[in-house]
């Protein structure tokens, strides 16, 4: 007995400790020493992730056995165990096991972990990957100042679909935006290098197609073409793997009649097939066991074996794993080598984290006071609420509003100063004590030259409508009026699948209310997902969608408001007119019965509305005008693997400083599988001072023309092309025609 410790302990020095002898060996024959010293017990318990939210408050009897089996070395992981002192209280627990395996602590922190950052949606919408790297980072390295070494973000679901609550924690409705806004995002949480202090693993979930759910009820089935699946849902997820997040998270839907968590299909063939992934795949919570409800599987123990043997390798919550693996091992139905490599990939991730040289070095009270909401990030995340701003309406210039005169501004509605609302859904350890609100934005800016007056009117949903009288009044007495209106910072998010797209309560009463005054109405819209406002868009002066901002929300609008800083977001998804048009997207097709406008007859779309939506994908509005000019090829043919380059001209015709995001589609028109009529294939945000001009030039090669054919191969078919650039999906400016031979 004796000897056994002390052979373990020898070996664990050698595996553990700072020695330069350790430090020489690889990460792999490390993790090779590891588990040659653990029981199988102790590898299945690797597998096995845990929540423990109030683990370290009251002992309660599921506190004590959560402890107890981490001290038995059965937990690989916690989620949701977060802050200096409360990680290292648990880690000490995991010390105590008797190979001393550090433990991953995880959380969804998706969009700020103290300081909260827009809503990752909102933030699509300022196409500005590098100030999405910076957020991810800067919530990456607040996370990992709070003891934590895993982030469940990003998200990279494409969603077509406004329904789904979930469309707010994704970067919307297009694959190539979402590929590079998912690339940002994981080099964003993981920081230079796995294992530095201010940085965590990322995870890209959830794999695969989640955002295709049925009729947009959350956590349903998807049935989808292989074609589409390639097309339109895999490439953010292989964009994220290339970028080297460490982890995947399975979708909680079925694909074609599996469920995620157990398709061999998604985790064996392609992901650790074709694509070789080499880091770990996490089940969502709690979705092994339920392959039971789906009626995929009979019992616990069935599922734990699809999982596993599908390429699941860290069961979240459904405690399968723990209670089934050793006898489906025993049962010689998984295989040890199976297993092993699930441990491995998740231990090999420890040693990257630094956690096996020193499970707490993530643990510094220092570094977790100096890092938290520290006034770079401050700054940061009003940049980012800025950029996320999209313009959507601006009659007879109304906005900016003018700074000098005097004037008085009733701010209406439910939005207008209500701190938690703002900070969206999924807040991480976010304090809604500390946002400012639009009110109080508002009264900063204006605190010299207008006199405001704050009303409700409205609660954001419930009938009550006594409070419109005062709205009124306040609008009577206003020289301008801005309204707050759109959903709960918590009706988007997980679960939150809504049928009506409209304001709910009585917002749309309070709105045409205080319309019906006749003063100059400024409706500032926010939600974490398209709203449905046609009734408030065609009334309004102006229109601002401000999405959920965080903390910065106040500043970031009176920003906007006040001309301080020039809005540049364009919409990274479709604004619908109606939920009858949805599913949709900006990537429709001709069809054999192409649609006009304004025509009749045998053509696709609707009776009784046309196909256009509201707003179309990357429309946004400037407080200054761009022209497009003198679009050249540098050469009409692609050859081989050849390219061309197409440049031209772009003009800041107005007189302020601003931002284009310049938006560059490509039109197949003959192909072997038919293909939309545009698809974004490039895109820039170019910063013009007020009559400057600049060269914009964008290089196509093969790649920006190929797609999956029928055969499921990436290829680009010979034939003629249309170049399309433009300010929106829908404001194509400039375009050319060029071969590829
Ligand atoms: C369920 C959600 O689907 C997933 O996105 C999240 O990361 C986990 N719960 C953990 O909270």
Redesign the pocket.
């Known amino acids: 007995m004796f000897k056994i410790k002390l052979g373990i302990l020898t070996t664990l020095v050698g595996v553990c400790s700072f020695n330069t002898q350790a430090q020489r060996k690889t990460i792999s024959q490390r993790v090779d020493s590891v588990l040659k010293l653990m029981s199988l017990d102790e590898k299945v318990g690797q597998l096995n992730q845990y929540?423990g939210r109030n683990l370290t408050g009251p002992l309660t009897e599921q506190n004590r056995n959560v402890q107890k089996d981490i001290k038995d070395g059965l937990v690989g992981s916690m989620?949701?165990v977060h802050g200096v002192k409360d990680t290292r209280q648990i880690q000490e627990i995991a010390m105590q096991s008797r190979l001393k395996i550090p433990l991953l602590f995880s959380?969804?922190v998706v969009h700020g972990y103290r300081t909260i950052f827009p809503v990752p949606l909102g933030e699509a919408a300022s196409w500005d990957l590098d100030i999405m790297r910076q957020t991810a980072h800067a919530a990456a390295a607040e996370a990992a100042a709070a003891g934590l070494h895993w982030t469940?973000?990003p998200?990279v679901d494409i969603a077509r679909d406004p329904r789904w609550g979930?469309v707010m924690?994704g970067a919307g409705e297009d694959t190539y935006l979402g590929s590079k806004i998912a690339k940002a995002r994981v080099l964003g949480f993981q920081g230079a290098k796995l294992g530095a202090t201010d940085a965590v693993m990322a995870?890209a979930?959830?794999f695969a197609a989640y955002g295709a759910v049925l009729a947009a009820r959350d956590y349903a089935e998807v049935e989808m073409s292989e074609h589409e699946l390639w097309e339109t849902y895999l490439p953010p997820f292989k964009a994220a793997q290339d970028a080297g997040a460490a982890t995947f998270?399975s979708?909680?839907n079925t694909l074609n009649g599996v469920p995620a968590a157990a398709s061999n299909y998604l985790q064996r063939d392609i992901l650790k097939g074709k694509w070789q992934y080499n880091g770990f795949v996490v089940s969502?919570?709690g979705s092994i066991d339920q392959m039971i409800k789906w009626g995929y599987v009979a019992n616990k123990k069935d599922a734990a074996l699809k999982a596993i043997l599908s390429g699941c390798d860290m069961d979240?919550m459904s405690r399968s794993y723990l209670e089934h693996l050793k006898t489906l091992l025993a049962e010689k139905k998984v295989s040890i080598k199976l297993l092993d490599d699930a441990v491995k990939r998740i231990l090999t991730k420890k040693f990257e984290m630094g956690l096996f040289d020193d499970p707490y070095r993530f643990c510094n009270e220092d570094r977790e006071r100096s890092t938290l909401r520290n006034a770079e990030f401050l700054k940061l995340a009003r940049e980012a609420a800025q950029k996320s701003i999209v313009l959507l309406k601006n009659q007879d210039h109304l906005l900016p509003l003018q700074t000098g005169i005097r004037q008085t501004i009733a701010v209406i509605g439910p939005l207008a100063n209500s701190k938690r609302d703002m900070l969206g859904n999924w807040t991480g350890a976010g304090d809604a004590d500390n946002v400012v609100t639009l009110a109080a934005g508002l009264k900063q800016k204006f605190v010299q030259s207008k006199q405001l007056i704050i009303v409700n009117g409205t609660d954001v949903k419930g009938s009550d409508t006594s409070g419109i009288q005062a709205a009124v009044d306040a609008a009577r007495k206003a020289d301008i009026v801005i309204m707050a209106l759109g959903e709960g910072g918590e009706m988007s998010g997980?679960s939150k699948s809504r049928t009506d797209l409209s304001l709910p309560g009585r917002q749309q009463q309070l709105f045409n209310a205080v319309q019906a005054v006749g003063k100059p109405v400024i409706a500032v819209i926010m939600a974490g997902r398209p709203l449905i406002f046609g009734g408030i868009a065609n009334k309004a002066h102006a229109v601002i969608y401000g999405w959920f901002l965080g903390d910065q929300t106040g500043n970031a609008l009176a920003d906007v408001l006040a001309g301080d800083y020039n809005p540049s977001g364009k919409l990274p998804v479709t604004f619908p007119r109606s939920v009858g048009q949805i599913p949709i997207s900006y990537q429709m097709y001709k069809t054999g019965h192409p649609w006009v406008a304004a025509a009749s007859g045998y053509q696709t779309g609707y009776i009784d509305m046309p196909n256009t939506p509201q707003y179309a994908f990357g429309y946004g509005l400037s407080y200054t005008s761009f022209k497009y000019s003198d679009l050249k090829l540098d050469k009409q043919v692609i050859t081989g693997n050849g390219s061309i380059t197409a440049s031209f001209t772009l003009t800041n015709t107005g007189n302020c400083n601003g931002e284009e995001v310049v938006q560059l589609y490509i039109n197949d028109p003959i192909a072997s599988v038919v293909q939309p009529i545009k698809k974004l294939k490039d895109f820039q945000k170019v910063a013009l001072k007020s009559g400057e001009s600049r060269l914009i030039s964008f290089m196509i090669d093969k790649d920006k023309l190929a797609f999956y054919n029928q055969q499921l191969q990436w290829a680009a078919e010979p034939g003629k092309f249309k170049l399309l650039l433009g300010s929106a999906s829908d404001d194509i400016r400039l375009q050319s025609e060029f071969e590829l031979k």
């Open positions: 929540s989620l949701n959380m969804d469940f973000a998200m979930r924690e995870c979930k959830h998270m979708a909680f969502d919570w979240m997980e």
